[in-house]
């Protein structure tokens, strides 16, 4: 049963730092591409940041320069290190393979950006 299992967020004032972390189980996690993903409310699911084999993460034009993502094969886990965090960048953040995800969303973290 693939699962997602993700953490690391919180509430932080603008400008601010967060970094989250998301670890996979049940999939061949070196097999896939891995994605970031955020739902504000009232809005749909969006990809913010992707990381492919061989090439370097890319990013949202929303979040491009201020978030980095990066993944630990060896433990199953990818990373979104977020900085100059803005009120829109409020959301529930979830990680799932990229570019088709699968079904098996995760609970997500809340990231909220505010003063």
């Known amino acids: 049963q693939v699962q997602f299992v993700e953490s690391g967020g919180g509430l932080v004032q603008p400008g601010g730092s967060l970094r989250l972390s998301c670890t996979a189980s049940?999939?061949?996690?070196?097999?896939?591409?891995m994605g970031w993903y955020r739902q504000a409310p009232g809005k749909q699911r969006e990809a913010v940041a992707w990381i492919s084999f061989g090439s370097a993460p890319l990013y949202a034009s929303s979040v491009k320069g201020r978030f980095t993502m990066f993944r630990d094969n060896a433990k199953n886990t990818v990373y979104l290190q977020m900085a100059s965090l803005r009120p829109d960048d409020t959301a529930v953040y979830y990680c799932?393979?990229?570019?088709?995800?699968?079904?098996?969303w995760g609970q997500g973290t809340q990231v909220t950006v505010s003063s």
């Open positions: 049940g999939i061949r996690f070196t097999n896939f591409h």
């Open positions: 799932n393979t990229w570019p088709s995800p699968t079904q098996s």
